[in-house]
């Protein structure tokens, strides 16, 4: 009999955050519900407990829908598939669950048709898919649509790097509508192979709107990062993504909910100029690392509970790890994102944009990351503006800004949130890092109840400088300025220990 994975979602009530997470409501669910299918891990150990949101039921089929004026009524996944091939067009396909039973041929690269919008494309060789969008200009509507892409099908695709996805975006100025697009795990675990990423968007200005995904299927899966990058001997590594976003300018995705259970990134950016995410929430699980030594059977057994990755050390006891990657995640020259009225939580580097242009974080929630919430940076002479954001510091910092360009002019306006009721903070919680030349930091406090001593500090400088910059402090968070802190101003409500030079440091009243 399949194990059932338990479900930990926690209530959240704050009035602000509750508006945030608006999209990411389900009906409350008991502890047995099955969050996942039993297809994610090895049926002989016991239920893993997970923290994790359970995706909305289906539509239920109805013959009285709308069709919009203009649009021609399909009824079937064949004339889909036919259709996607096709320019120019208004689709309204009938309501109803569609599951994947073959795959559409495989397109040679480069593609030729330049017009579509797909002549950027920087890989040769073939796609391997199971729909291919070739057409372009097209408004696809698809409310009330189901559309299930099977691991079956998947498997048949080949397992060779950067050649299959689910979906290959190659055509232009296509629009979708409310579909629901979901991975069904229709073999057991570990004997299935997923494709990199289900959407890989390849042409400029796609758009998805109102639109619902579940991702699902990874290998392994259950132990973040610990077992590599697919090197080395370690096993098999096959990750699956929510949406690669390709040399192709202008994707947009409106309203839409992505709940993420695989390990891969939920959307990642390479060599892209215009992005827009808005009213979107992305949602990810989290594992408590005592949970793994349950297991009877698997990858950490057969390496004596050690993980392998960067140096063999043993799992850690009393940690929480994200079965994600990260939320949002720029490679390569990537410029001009847009990211708005938008949550993404329990991902690992929840919101990591490292660009070579303008970024834009504007009322943006990050919930319970599983390494770090904000690192947003670019190279000199962008633009970066992170208005009204939030996060909390249930398990790991807020801020990681180490990784990317250092931030010049830039400006960082965040809220500090509570933990969730009954989480415990772990040796990692605290707000972080920061660093910037001429940079403002505005830090505002949302808590509702007062945060963990050990996890209220802030860490200034350090691995970078932090020169000519202003912080102002409206929480009872300790700032720590290391010595490469200069020409600063702080006016800070909590506690400052300046161990940099030629700053101007202010106590705000409490």
Excluded at 302 to 330: A, C, N
Excluded at 466 to 493: G, P
Aim: charged residues 25%.
């Amino acid at each position: 009999m399949h194990s059932k994975l338990i479900r930990l979602e926690r209530q959240k009530t704050n009035g602000a955050l509750a508006i945030a997470l608006s999209l990411l409501s389900v009906a409350a669910a008991s502890a047995q519900d099955d969050v996942f299918d039993p297809g994610l891990q090895y049926t002989e150990n016991p239920p893993m407990v997970v923290n994790a949101r359970r995706p909305p039921p289906l539509p239920e089929p109805t013959e009285d829908f709308e069709i919009r004026r203009g649009y021609r009524l399909i009824k079937s996944l064949d004339e889909f598939r036919q259709a996607i091939k096709m320019n120019g067009q208004k689709i309204r396909m009938k309501p109803g669950v569609y599951r994947a039973t073959k795959a559409d041929p495989p397109v040679d690269l480069p593609l030729k048709k330049s017009g579509f919008g797909m002549g950027r494309n920087r890989k040769e060789g073939r796609q391997e898919h199971v729909f291919a969008v070739n057409g372009s200009n097209n408004h696809f509507d698809l409310r009330g649509v189901v559309i299930e892409t099977p691991v079956s099908v998947l498997s048949k695709l080949t397992g060779k790097s950067h050649v299959s996805d689910t979906w290959h975006i190659n055509g232009a100025n296509n629009v979708f509508i409310g579909g629901y697009f979901r991975n069904v795990l229709d073999m057991p675990y570990p004997t299935y192979r997923m494709t990199e990423n289900e959407f890989e968007i390849c042409g400029d200005r796609n758009r998805f709107h109102d639109c619902t995904f579940v991702i699902k299927g990874s290998v392994p899966y259950g132990y973040t990062d610990f077992y590599g990058k697919g090197s080395g001997s370690f096993g098999r590594l096959n990750k699956h993504c929510f949406m690669s976003i390709d040399h192709a300018n202008g994707t947009e995705l409106i309203g839409c909910k992505v709940y993420h259970q695989a390990f891969g990134h939920c959307v990642h950016f390479h060599t892209v100029d215009g992005a827009l995410i808005k009213d979107c929430a992305f949602t990810g699980v989290l594992r408590p690392t005592d949970d793994i030594f349950k297991e009877t059977v698997g990858r950490a057994v057969d390496h004596d509970f050690y993980m392998l990755y960067r140096s063999k050390q043993p799992i850690p006891r009393g940690e929480v790890i994200p079965l994600t990657e990260d939320g949002i995640r720029s490679y390569e020259e990537v410029k001009n994102i847009k990211v708005v009225n938008t949550t993404v939580e329990r991902m690992r580097g929840a919101i990591q944009l490292l660009c070579t242009g303008d970024v834009t974080l504007e009322n943006v929630t990050v919930l319970e990351s599983g390494d770090f919430s904000y690192d947003v940076s670019a190279t000199s002479g962008s633009r970066i503006v992170m208005k009204d954001c939030r996060g909390d510091v249930a398990y790991n910092p807020l801020f990681n800004l180490t990784r990317g360009d250092l931030p010049t002019k830039a400006g960082y306006e965040i809220t500090i949130l509570s933990p969730p009721e009954g989480s415990k903070p772990t040796p990692r919680s605290s707000l972080g890092k920061i660093c910037g030349d001429r940079c403002k930091f505005i830090i505002k406090d949302g808590t509702t109840r007062p945060l963990p001593e050990e996890a209220n500090y802030l860490i200034c400088g350090g691995d970078k400088e932090l020169v000519n910059s202003v912080i102002e402090n409206h929480t009872t968070a300790r700032l720590i300025l290391k010595k490469n802190v200069r020409n600063c101003t702080i006016h800070s409500k909590g506690p400052v220990e300046d161990g940099g030079s030629g700053n101007k440091v202010k106590v705000l009243s409490r």
